[in-house]
T-cell receptor, first 111, second 115 residues
């Protein structure tokens, strides 16, 4: 079963625009992670936000977490063609290190 | 550091054949895991290990075996390959501290086709 559900499934924007992806989950969590996957490659960790945090920044990335709504969002500002990738949220609802991934959002940034 | 390495990168098997997907990490991580990724889907956990000698099942363990004799290596064995096991397989590792989960480092993947 998928713990995280990303929305939208696909997103296409122009370079320089902002991209927002959302993730909803079902059970309580200690933290939520976002990963990026370029075509044909492994996943790369972007950011981890803990349940007692509401917002976290890393460069052009901003992640928010609303535990009352069981949702998180990833904002990429001033997008670049190199941001073209799939983005996944992941949670560890059982606190055992067993990450549960959503199905991902495919982002295309057009130059 | 090489990080997480996987071999082979590509593999074609016939139904019923067996093989081992290799995974190694040089970061001294306690936690290692195997995922499979099917088209249009996220990653699903197959097996994981919290340290040498300790393994446990994930979401989709059927048809796969694992062992963890060293901290560095975590091979995944397919005993009798089936077409349903056609997928891309990723190995990952991370450090842990009690119940806290940290970022996972992924290998480049093995693309497996079973005919």
């Amino acid at each position: 079963s998928q713990q995280g559900e990303e929305d939208p499934q696909a997103l296409s924007i122009q370079e320089g625009e902002n991209a927002t992806m959302n993730c909803s989950y079902k059970t309580s969590i200690n933290n939520l992670q976002w990963y990026r996957q370029n075509s044909g490659r492994g996943l790369v960790h972007l950011i981890l936000i803990r349940s007692n945090e509401r917002e976290k920044h890393s460069g052009r990335l901003r992640v928010t977490l609303d535990t009352s709504k069981k949702s998180s969002s990833l904002l990429i500002t001033a997008s670049r063609a190199a941001d073209t990738a799939s983005y996944f949220c992941a949670t560890d609802p059982s606190n055992t290190g067993k990450l549960i991934f959503g199905q991902g959002t495919t982002l295309q940034v057009k130059p | 550091n090489a990080g997480v390495t996987q071999t082979p990168k590509f593999q074609v098997l016939k139904t019923g054949q067996s093989m081992t997907l290799q995974c190694a990490q040089d970061m001294n991580h306690e936690y290692m895991s195997w995922y499979r990724q099917d088209p249009g889907m996220g990653l699903r956990l197959i097996h994981y290990s919290v340290g040498a000698g300790i393994t446990d099942q994930g979401e989709v363990p059927n048809g796969y075996n694992v062992s963890r004799s060293t901290t560095e290596d975590f091979p995944l064995r397919l005993l009798s390959a089936a077409p349903s096991q056609t997928s891309v397989y990723f190995c990952a590792s991370s450090t842990t501290s009690g119940p806290l989960t940290y970022e996972q480092y992924f290998g480049p993947g093995t693309r497996l086709t079973v005919t």
